[in-house]
């Protein structure tokens, strides 16, 4: 990290592209950290597994971690900073990830503020809604899939139901598992910011707790 005195801190809104109602972050990342950084830091706050290939696309050209059969790029995203960018208020850029369900994150920077010695960066400041679960087919089969998973659960649990009234245990448990595999869908409506924001501290502190939640 640079001398403080020389640093500032973004305010970075992320939204998943082509799904409504919108899911959406906002962190606080200093300009002197690096794009892996903050790649991790997204990774963080939409609670991906960082399993797929990624890049960030910013000022025309693409960047991003490498990866053994994955994209070439001209810059090792661990060594570019963010304030080499020269990133201007309200000013976007791409970030995707799993180029086969193809999420596409655009960040946004809203603000430039000083830095604040008493804060560990980054910080989520605030989001909605979790992020879609890992490989269901990208966002237009998430919402499909999102809008359908409770009508397949009534009827799985009618069925259930009518195992328990016939007296077929088997056919009600076989149901039941079908159901619990289904639970994060009822779930898209939460943010556990708190959560996020131990990862990230985490993260920043080099405890690598990070990687096992």
């Not at 960066?121 to 269901?136: F, I, K, M, N």
């Not at 077929?168 to 779930?187: K, Q, S, T």
């Amino acid at each position: 990290m640079s001398d403080d005195s020389s640093t500032e801190v973004y305010l970075l809104y992320i939204w998943i592209r082509q799904i409504s109602p919108l899911i959406w972050r906002r962190l606080l990342v200093r300009s002197d950290s690096t794009l892996a950084d903050l790649h991790h830091a997204i990774q963080i706050a939409f609670s991906w597994t960082d399993f797929h290939l990624h890049r960030f696309h910013i000022h025309g050209q693409d960047y991003g971690i490498y990866r053994t059969g994955g994209l070439f790029f001209s810059a090792d995203a661990r060594d570019l900073h963010l304030s080499q960018f020269g990133f201007r208020r309200n000013e976007r850029f791409l970030y995707e990830y799993d180029f086969g369900d193809l999420w596409q994150h655009e960040v946004r920077v809203e603000q430039t503020l000083p830095i604040d010695a008493k804060k560990t960066y980054p910080v989520c400041t605030d989001g909605q809604r979790a992020a879609p679960p890992e490989d269901c087919g990208g966002p237009l089969v998430f919402i499909e899939r999102r809008e359908r998973v409770p009508w397949e659960i009534d009827e799985q649990l009618w069925q259930i139901l009518e195992g328990v009234r016939k007296g077929d245990v088997v056919a009600a448990r076989d149901r039941l598992e079908v159901i619990l595999p289904l639970r994060e869908w009822l779930r898209l409506d939460q943010f556990e910011r708190r959560a996020v924001n131990r990862r990230l501290k985490q993260y920043a502190t080099g405890d690598e707790r990070w990687l096992d939640e």
